[in-house]
């Protein structure tokens, strides 16, 4: 079987972004990757959404940014804006596309269906596939989206409308989600926060007609692209092999809070093409602990009290927009941790602060 210097295990978004980061830096000039990933072709598939609080190598793959957003609750709106972090949305096609022609033009780099096509013993491997021992009884955030055109210009495509908690909550968190990518054409994406313990939360489809038809009073439209996920709210089971580093959501690159992962994941390629040289001795990079503490108090809460959440995640944006994003994307200082904090309802968190992990 054939011996590789580097295997990524898994080419969607962090094994092919890791990738990337090597052969622009000229990392695999000498070295040789495989990529083993089982998909037929590469497509769109997903939308990733962030605020840029940092750079990363695919601008050109950027769909829209916007500068204004709002979030809302029954009988309540507000209105936001940054200019500092604008909140930007990837296309995957483009993404795949851009990577793909890179990577194909440098013979040193191999892609492979499955695993037990090469040999694993002698290379170092990049794992991106996240292992679920225990699927029951935690948190996700599970969603379809659907991208709709209409006949007339009826979105404002200067603002986005973060969460719209004015919907039916069935016990859990829910809110849908509005992207106009222009005056004619949006993402509406209908967001649960649960334990998926049934499907009675995925009537998905009706959903998003009823929200689009009689809240957005949009009653002509077709549908150009459809998109469905579920992204664990809880870190994968972490396998500790000789000679491999979990990277993406197998790596703990999700904030559980938000859900966001695409910028940690362009940070962690980072840091692994800096350390390639020496990268078995590194130290494991990770979100910050003090994220994952925060993080772990925020969930117990959302687990225990649901009906409270729309009005918790409405109250955190009673802040400086600054703040409140720097704060979701992990960068933060003290100031700023406070500033969010004081905005929670302290007795509630402190409740559960001091709760036994079960």
Same mark, same amino acid.
């Given at each position: 079987?054939?011996?590789?210097?580097?295997? =990524?295990?898994?080419?969607?978004?962090?094994?092919?972004?890791?990738?990337?980061?090597?052969?622009? @830096?000229?990392?695999?000039?000498?070295?040789?990757?495989?990529?083993?990933? &089982?998909?037929?072709?590469? !497509?769109?598939?997903?939308?990733?959404?962030?605020?840029?609080?940092?750079?990363?190598?695919?601008?050109?793959?950027?769909?829209?940014?916007?500068t204004n957003f709002s979030v809302n609750i029954?009988?309540?709106?507000?209105?936001?804006?940054?200019?500092?972090?604008?909140?930007?949305? /990837?296309?995957?096609?483009?993404?795949?596309?851009?990577?793909?022609?890179?990577?194909?033009?440098?013979?040193?780099?191999?892609?492979?269906?499955?695993?037990?096509?090469?040999?694993?013993?002698?290379?170092?491997?990049?794992?991106?596939?996240?292992?679920?021992?225990?699927?029951?009884?935690?948190?996700?955030?599970?969603?379809?989206?659907?991208?709709?055109?209409?006949?007339?210009?009826?979105?404002?495509?200067?603002?986005?409308?973060?969460?719209?908690?004015?919907?039916?909550?069935?016990?859990? /968190? @829910?809110?849908?989600?509005?992207?106009?990518?222009?005056?004619?054409?949006?993402?509406?994406?209908?967001?649960?926060?649960? *334990?998926?313990?049934?499907?009675?939360?995925?009537?998905?489809?009706?959903?998003?007609?009823?929200? =689009?038809?009689?809240?957005?009073?949009?009653?002509?439209?077709? =549908?150009?692209?459809?998109?469905?996920?579920?992204?664990?709210?809880?870190?994968?089971?972490?396998?500790?092999?000789?000679n491999t580093i979990n990277i993406g959501t197998?790596?703990?690159?999700?904030?559980?809070?938000?859900?966001?992962?695409?910028?940690?994941?362009?940070? @962690?390629?980072?840091? /692994?093409?800096?350390?390639?040289?020496?990268?078995?001795?590194?130290?494991?990079?990770?979100?910050?602990? *003090?994220?994952?503490?925060?993080?772990?108090?925020?969930?117990?809460?959302?687990?225990? @009290? &649901?009906? !409270?959440? &729309?009005?918790?995640?409405?109250?955190?944006?009673?802040?400086?927009?600054?703040?409140? /994003? *720097?704060?979701?994307?992990?960068?933060?200082?003290?100031?700023?941790?406070?500033?969010?904090?004081?905005?929670?309802?302290?007795?509630?968190?402190?409740?559960?602060?001091?709760?036994?992990?079960?």
């Open positions: 079987m054939k011996e590789f210097d580097y295997i =990524i295990i898994g080419g969607g978004c962090a094994g092919l972004s890791l990738a990337y980061e090597l052969e622009i @830096h000229n990392k695999l000039r000498e070295k040789t990757l495989a990529i083993v990933e &089982p998909r037929l072709e590469y !497509k769109r598939d997903k939308t990733w959404s962030y605020w840029k609080t940092s750079d990363h190598n695919f601008k050109d793959c950027v769909k829209k940014n916007w029954p009988g309540k709106t507000k209105f936001l804006e940054c200019n500092e972090f604008p909140y930007e949305t /990837i296309d995957s096609g483009l993404f795949y596309e851009k990577i793909n022609n890179k990577l194909n033009k440098n013979e040193n780099i191999s892609f492979y269906k499955s695993s037990d096509e090469i040999s694993l013993s002698n290379a170092f491997v990049f794992n991106s596939v996240p292992i679920f021992h225990s699927k029951q009884d935690k948190l996700w955030q599970h969603f379809k989206g659907v991208e709709i055109e209409t006949k007339k210009n009826v979105f404002d495509e200067e603002i986005i409308n973060l969460m719209d908690f004015d919907c039916d909550q069935r016990e859990s /968190i @829910h809110f849908f989600y509005t992207l106009p990518y222009s005056k004619n054409k949006a993402l509406v994406e209908t967001t649960w926060l649960s *334990k998926m313990t049934n499907d009675s939360q995925k009537d998905y489809d009706d959903q998003l007609q009823d929200y =689009i038809k009689n809240h957005l009073n949009i009653k002509d439209y077709k =549908i150009n692209y459809t998109e469905e996920g579920a992204i664990p709210l809880f870190y994968p089971t972490i396998s500790k092999e000789r197998a790596g703990g690159m999700t904030r559980l809070s938000t859900g966001y992962t695409f910028l940690n994941i362009q940070e @962690h390629s980072k840091y /692994i093409r800096k350390n390639i040289q020496t990268i078995p001795e590194c130290k494991k990079y990770e979100i910050n602990k *003090k994220y994952k503490f925060l993080d772990k108090i925020f969930l117990r809460v959302l687990q225990n @009290h &649901p009906n !409270k959440m &729309p009005h918790i995640f409405f109250s955190l944006f009673n802040n400086s927009p600054e703040n409140v /994003i *720097k704060f979701l994307s992990n960068k933060s200082n003290l100031l700023q941790d406070l500033s969010i904090i004081f905005r929670m309802p302290k007795w509630l968190f402190i409740k559960e602060l001091f709760k036994n992990d079960k």
